[in-house]
């Protein structure tokens, strides 16, 4: 049973975050109006590889946007955040700046080793995170079915 103060911080929290799920869609949904405005800049423009560069890089943060709200809306269901969103989105985001770094040729040796460094351990959390949650589950049911059993 949950105290009176527990309630009061679950119902502040899950407000917290619906304001910020909210935030998060309408940045997506102005996102995606400004994508499109930006195709017919493409159109349009002569420097047709800044507009390629700028493109990619408002998708790539669209990406990164919709990994954060998966995180919020899992929140709801399972009141808890999943590490795997969340290290879903620091990938996504430094991919964007590889990606982007690397079609405007503007990255150096170390910020390559930097960043395929940062990558590996978000990979690795990434993979134990899985791993782990994995394992809860099969304690989860394994525990589920010894209670059934034992009825």
């Known amino acids: 049973m949950k105290s009176p103060l527990m309630k009061l911080y679950d119902k502040v929290i899950c407000a917290a975050f619906s304001v910020m799920l909210l ?6 949904v102005v996102g995606v109006a ?8 493409l159109l349009a423009n002569e420097d047709i590889t800044r507009q390629y560069v700028r493109i990619i890089s408002e998708v790539l943060t669209l990406f990164i946007l919709i ?6 809306t899992d929140y709801f269901s399972e009141h808890r955040l999943r590490m795997t969103f969340i290290v879903d989105a ?3 985001f430094v ?5 982007i770094k690397l079609f405007e040729h503007q990255i150096a040796s170390g910020d390559i080793y930097a960043l395929s460094a940062l990558l590996f351990v978000l990979g690795s959390l990434r ?3 899985v791993l782990v ?4 589950k099969r304690m ?10 034992a009825d």
């Open 34 to 41: 400004r994508l499109f405005l930006n195709v017919g800049d």
């Open 95 to 99: 991919l964007r700046e590889i990606m």
């Open 23 to 28: 935030f998060i869609a309408l940045g997506i």
């Open 127 to 129: 993979i134990g995170s």
């Open 140 to 149: 989860l049911d394994s525990a589920e079915r010894a209670s059934k059993a």
């Open 90 to 92: 620091g990938i996504v």
């Open 133 to 136: 949650f994995q394992r809860e």
């Open 67 to 72: 990994e954060l709200s998966r995180s919020l």
